[in-house]
């Protein structure tokens, strides 16, 4: 008796994973703003909660416009103190292939020191 067996191969597998996840950052931005919502509700029974909701036409669309512009300053200072490229150098150590090509750059360096060395090739040479 033969088992079935899905025809499943890795690279399926992968792009399904890429797909979830892209999907999970989407849902993840809705579920933010859902949260932002129920945090404005937690405000219903103070006097600022009452401000809040008397004057809603105003002041949800002000408090929208305070999240992105806080948003965009925090992620200027994510650039500016570098930890997006520290985030992805880390990510590029487990990556085995950045770490072939990362090899092999080394080994060319290697190469050219070494024809430089024994004056084979004369510099300047342009290597972008």
Do not use: C, H, T
């Amino acid at each position: 008796m033969r088992v079935l067996q899905p025809n499943i191969n890795k690279r399926s597998i992968i792009r399904w994973k890429v797909y979830f996840d892209r999907s999970r950052m989407y849902i993840g931005y809705i579920q933010f703003f859902l949260i932002g919502i129920v945090f404005l509700k937690s405000f219903k029974d103070n006097p600022w909660g009452e401000w809040i909701f008397n004057y809603a036409i105003i002041s949800i669309p002000i408090a929208f416009l305070l999240f992105v512009i806080l948003s965009l300053v925090l992620g200027y200072f994510d650039s500016k103190l570098g930890l997006r490229e520290e985030e992805q150098r880390n990510l590029s150590r487990s990556n085995p292939v950045m770490m072939e090509m990362l090899d092999q750059l080394k080994e060319l360096n290697k190469k050219i020191e070494l024809l430089e060395s024994e004056k084979i090739i004369k510099p300047p040479y342009n290597i972008i």
